[in-house]
């Protein structure tokens, strides 16, 4: 059973940064997509940053050149390194993978909320 779990959400004030991490069990697809996704209240879940199957990342232009998506094969961990954070970056943030082949978005994490302060 694929499990993603989030953790390294919380509260930063304008400016900061955090770091958010995913750690992935009993995951076996190969050519897969792995990605951030967030939800601000009463708004719609978007794409935040994703990594294609050869580990070319692709941001929302809302995060470009401020965020930064990584994986540590050796710990199957994804990170989202987020800097500069803004308010309106405050939403839950879900990590996500696909199956093979980066067909659909099969696997969910719970979530780990973050809240940016001005």
């Known amino acids: 059973q694929v499990q993603l779990v989030e953790s390294g959400g919380g509260s930063v004030q304008s400016g900061g940064s955090m770091r958010l991490s995913c750690a992935a069990s009993?995951?076996?697809?190969?050519?897969?997509?792995m990605g951030w996704f967030r939800q601000a209240p009463g708004k719609t879940r978007e794409a935040v940053a994703t990594?294609?199957?050869?580990?070319?990342?692709r941001y929302a232009d809302s995060v470009e050149g401020r965020f930064t998506i990584s994986q540590d094969n050796t710990k199957n961990t994804l990170y989202l390194q987020m800097n500069s954070l803004k308010p309106e970056d405050t939403a839950m943030y879900y990590c996500?993978?696909?199956?093979?082949?980066?067909?659909?978005?099969?696997?969910w994490g719970q979530g780990t909320e973050v809240t940016v302060s001005s």
């Open positions: 996500a993978a696909t199956g093979d082949y980066c067909r659909s978005w099969d696997y």
């Open positions: 990594l294609n199957n050869a580990r070319i990342p």
């Open positions: 009993g995951y076996h697809h190969s050519n897969h997509c």
